[in-house]
């Protein structure tokens, strides 16, 4: 039986990563423009494979649901209800789980304690895999739900039988968070990036195949998802098992199983951060199922929803990255050198901000058909492009400064932010 000292809540008190022998004095005597330079190419260096990988894993649902819009509307409809409901309602509790790792595990590389992160990540497989054995009946009874919930009887039952042909995916995810997390404290975030692109091509190869191809219909589109999924999930375990983590990866162990209570209370209270504010934009696809001509309401909103959630994924990349960062500074004891980060990390995540608001502006009646060509669906869109324009900017700024909590494991003030933006902006 572990030690309360061995705990991870009490080894969550360590510093995240050692100091950075970059942030000494000389370097705050330096110039504002110097001082920025320095500490973008810091953040790069972590951002960037963070964002390529992220958005090559999510292009892989929004390919989905691409080749699914332009079988027709109704199957557009169910595989975006599958996907950003059914599919993304275990996708944000699951990947804010597994964001534990990035407190846990990058303390114990910090902390010199290698063989410890293999174990946090084997935890981590285990409370995952639990968890989704509880949320397997979302997917079983998908249908039922949907209709529970107002949906339109016959995009309900299509929605349902996507679903169930999605349990695959569902799976990949309790081991691919955690691989990824597990990759990215050791700064090893090349390997993400390539794997994730060979699984991006294999999943545009393989969807046009299923789709166009053999004309397997909006069920070859959800199939194509989990074989893409896993392709992504055992090419990072190929890598973490054949020789790329010889110092934090020292085969199975035992010791997973201890103090898996409090590893799941942890991995709960990180979990919840995320999925709040991840359940919000899902809340409100299914709210849009009860309007008229619900098919085309839902498109619309999905397609909306899917280009905010495939650029949000580069400032949950900037969310983890500050996280390391300020970590980083304050494990050196280096106040300023952490608001300088974080301040480094918000003013560039705006400027992408600002940069994607600009682009949904000029290309308002455009960007609609990468999913649709139906005119009603594209209309919509194009109603809905101010909002979406300014939603994007917005989010470039509220997940950065979520990250700066990582490092203290400060969970609380952000559910209570994310628990505010849904009791307020619900459109009851």
């Known amino acids: 039986m572990p030690s309360k000292e061995d705990s991870p809540l009490v080894e969550a008190k360590l510093p995240?990563?050692?100091?950075?022998?970059?942030?000494?004095?000389?370097?705050?005597?330096?110039?504002?423009?110097?001082?920025?330079?320095l500490e973008s190419k810091r953040l790069w260096h972590i951002v960037g494979p963070s964002i390529f990988s992220r958005i090559a894993s999510y292009s892989m649902l929004v390919i989905t649901q691409a080749f699914a819009g332009h079988l027709g509307d109704l199957e557009l409809a169910a595989i975006s209800i599958a996907n950003n409901v059914v599919v993304g309602f275990d996708f944000g509790l699951l990947l804010g789980m597994a964001s534990a790792l990035e407190t846990l595990c990058g303390q114990a590389f910090g902390a010199k304690k290698y063989y410890m992160l293999g174990?946090?990540?084997?935890?981590?497989?285990?409370?995952l895999f639990i968890c989704c054995i509880f949320l397997l009946p979302l997917y079983l009874f998908a249908s039922p739900v949907l209709k529970l919930l107002g949906q339109p009887e016959e995009l309900a039952e299509l929605?349902?039988?996507?679903?169930?042909?999605?349990?695959?995916?569902?799976?990949?995810?309790?081991?691919?968070?955690?691989?990824?997390?597990?990759?990215?404290?050791?700064?090893?975030t090349a390997p993400?990036?390539?794997?994730?692109?060979?699984?991006?091509?294999?999943?545009?190869?393989v969807s046009w195949l299923f789709v166009f191809k053999l004309q397997f219909g909006v069920v070859g589109a959800a199939a194509t998802i989990n074989f893409s999924w896993w392709?992504?999930?055992?090419?990072?375990?190929?890598?973490?098992?054949?020789?790329?983590?010889p110092h934090t990866w020292s085969?199975?162990?035992?010791?997973?199983?201890?103090?898996?209570?409090?590893?799941?209370?942890?991995?709960?209270?990180?979990?919840?951060?995320?999925?709040?504010?991840?359940?919000?934009?899902?809340?409100?696809?299914?709210?849009?199922?009860n309007l008229e001509n619900a098919e085309i309401a839902v498109d619309a909103l999905s397609i909306c929803m899917t280009i905010n959630s495939l650029e949000l994924m580069i400032p949950l990349a900037f969310f983890a990255a500050t996280g390391v960062r300020v970590a980083n500074e304050l494990g050196a004891g280096n106040g300023k050198g952490a608001k300088f980060a974080t301040m480094v990390s918000v003013v560039t995540?705006?400027?992408?901000?600002?940069?994607?608001?600009?682009?949904i502006l000029i290309l308002h009646d455009k960007f609609g058909y990468?999913?649709?060509?139906?005119?009603?669906?594209?209309?919509?869109?194009?109603?809905?492009?101010?909002?979406?324009?300014?939603t994007i900017l917005l989010n470039s700024v509220q997940p950065v400064l979520s990250g700066i909590t990582l490092p203290f494991s400060s969970f609380h003030f952000s559910n209570m932010s994310s628990i505010n933006i849904i009791l307020f902006n619900t459109p009851f």
Request: proline share 2%.
């Open 231 to 245: 392709v992504l999930t055992l090419g990072l375990f190929g890598y973490v098992v054949w020789g790329g983590c």
């Open 16 to 37: 995240l990563l050692e100091a950075h022998p970059l942030t000494d004095e000389r370097e705050q005597d330096q110039s504002f423009p110097r001082r920025f330079w």
């Open 192 to 205: 993400i990036a390539w794997v994730s692109l060979v699984a991006l091509v294999v999943h545009v190869f």
């Open 349 to 359: 995540s705006v400027i992408i901000g600002l940069f994607f608001w600009m682009l």
């Open 159 to 188: 929605s349902g039988a996507v679903s169930i042909w999605m349990i695959p995916v569902h799976f990949a995810f309790a081991f691919q968070f955690p691989l990824q997390r597990f990759l990215q404290c050791q700064l090893k």
């Open 119 to 127: 174990v946090y990540m084997q935890r981590s497989w285990i409370v």
């Open 251 to 289: 085969g199975f162990s035992v010791e997973a199983f201890s103090g898996l209570w409090e590893f799941l209370k942890l991995s709960a209270a990180a979990g919840v951060m995320l999925c709040l504010e991840n359940w919000y934009y899902k809340i409100l696809i299914v709210m849009t199922g």
């Open 370 to 390: 990468i999913f649709s060509n139906s005119k009603a669906v594209l209309d919509e869109v194009n109603n809905l492009s101010l909002l979406l324009a300014f």
